[in-house]
C-alpha cells in the first residue's frame, strides 16, 4: 500500500499569503500601527473594506489594497444573537494553518469575534470564493508568542498593538484547524 502525500494545510487550500510590501503598503502598515492609525482603522476600515468590495466586485479589500495584506472572511455565530456574523480578519500564516490576533487594533475592547470564537469555535472561513470549515483553539502562551512574532515579520503594526494593549487586556490568539468531518 502506497503511503498517500499530506494533505495541504489550510492556507495553501485557500490559497491564504500576504504580498510583499511597496513604499506604499509600508507606510499605510506603519500608520495603522500608531495609537492614533489604529483608532481610524478600528472605527473604520469595516465600512471602507465593505466598499471597496462592492466597488471591485469582491476581487479587492481596504487592506489589501493599500497595505498588500490578504483579508480572510471569518464567519462566527454571535454568542448572544446565535446569527452568523462575518469578520474581515488579517490571518497569520502559521505551522501549515492560519492563525488569528484579537488585537482590535490595539484598542481597549476585546474584538466581538474572540467572544464569539469562544462561545462557539466552530466558524467558516473564506478567501478569493474558497471557504473551509474550521474549529478555532485557544493557541498556547508559546504558539502566541509564535504567532506574534510571525505577524510582525508581514505587519509591524501588531508588535505595537500588544505593547499599547499592555496588561490592561489579554489578547487572545487562536489557531484554525480544519473541521471533523
Known amino acids: 500500500m502506497r503511503a498517500m502525500p499530506p494533505s495541504p494545510g489550510l492556507a495553501d487550500d485557500l490559497g491564504y499569503s500576504h504580498a510583499s510590501a511597496n513604499p506604499l503598503h509600508r507606510v499605510v502598515r506603519w500608520g495603522a500601527g500608531t495609537r492614533a492609525g489604529g483608532w481610524l482603522f478600528a472605527h473604520s476600515l469595516r465600512h471602507l473594506d465593505d466598499a471597496v ?97 510571525l505577524a510582525a515579520r508581514f505587519y509591524p503594526g501588531y508588535l505595537s498593538y500588544r505593547t499599547r494593549v499592555g496588561s490592561s487586556r489579554r489578547i487572545r490568539a487562536f489557531v484554525l484547524e480544519p473541521a471533523a468531518d
Open 53 to 149: 468590495a462592492r466597488l471591485t466586485r469582491g476581487r479587492h479589500s481596504a487592506p489589501s489594497l493599500l497595505a498588500g495584506l490578504a483579508v480572510l472572511d471569518v464567519t462566527t455565530t454571535g454568542r448572544r444573537s446565535g446569527r452568523p456574523r462575518t469578520s474581515h480578519l488579517i490571518a497569520t500564516p502559521y505551522a501549515g494553518t492560519l492563525a488569528l490576533l484579537g488585537t482590535n487594533f490595539g484598542q481597549p475592547s476585546t474584538p466581538a469575534w474572540v467572544l464569539n470564537l469562544e462561545a462557539d469555535p466552530a466558524a467558516r472561513v473564506a478567501y478569493r470564493g474558497i471557504s473551509r470549515e474550521v474549529r478555532a483553539r485557544a493557541a498556547t502562551p508559546a504558539e502566541s508568542d509564535e504567532i506574534f512574532a
